[in-house]
């Protein structure tokens, strides 16, 4: 009775190694970052003016640079929030409807980049036209017209994005 209890145990334990081998492999596939480019949709959760999650995708919107969370602009002379304004403005445009983004590649803190969308809304492109992003290697029209009509953040004195992050980096 010994010898086959063991090898009922033995095969047990075969096929549990076996299992936690497939997962391995599965979470190795779904989380190794990958430069290739795919879509994804659904409900989303903004983290901040250019950066949300997707479904389970932590997402950076392509082209944009919005200010930062703890970012001031100057109105009149008085310090508003343009950072969390910026971050308002993208959950408005969102409003609860579920986002579709076409990612390709990952930023240095491993988001996919991606160009998103609610129907033929594009997200990065109404953030920059809206003046509450800037333009970041695309929509320099945009971005030239929400300056001109003194937009969004255009409204106010600033510093771009990259700037401030430079200025305040490590405190």
Known sequence: MRPSSRSALARFDELLTAILIVALL?????YLPSNARRSYSGPAHVLDGDSLVVGAVETRLKGIDAPEMGQFCLLDRK???????????????????NVTCDGEGRDGYDRVIAVCRIGERELNREMVEKG??????AYLAQEKTART????????QFDRPDQWREMFKGT
Do not use: D, F, T, Y
């Not at 599965?26 to 779904?30: M, N, P, Q, S, T």
């Not at 508003?80 to 971050?87: F, T, Y």
């Open 26 to 30: 599965l979470l190795v596939a779904v």
């Open 132 to 137: 509450w992003a800037v333009a970041n290697g």
């Open 149 to 156: 009509e003194e937009q969004g953040i255009w409204a106010s």
């Open 79 to 97: 310090p508003w929030r343009c950072g969390e304004a910026a971050k308002s403005a993208l959950h408005g445009a969102i409003a609860g409807r």
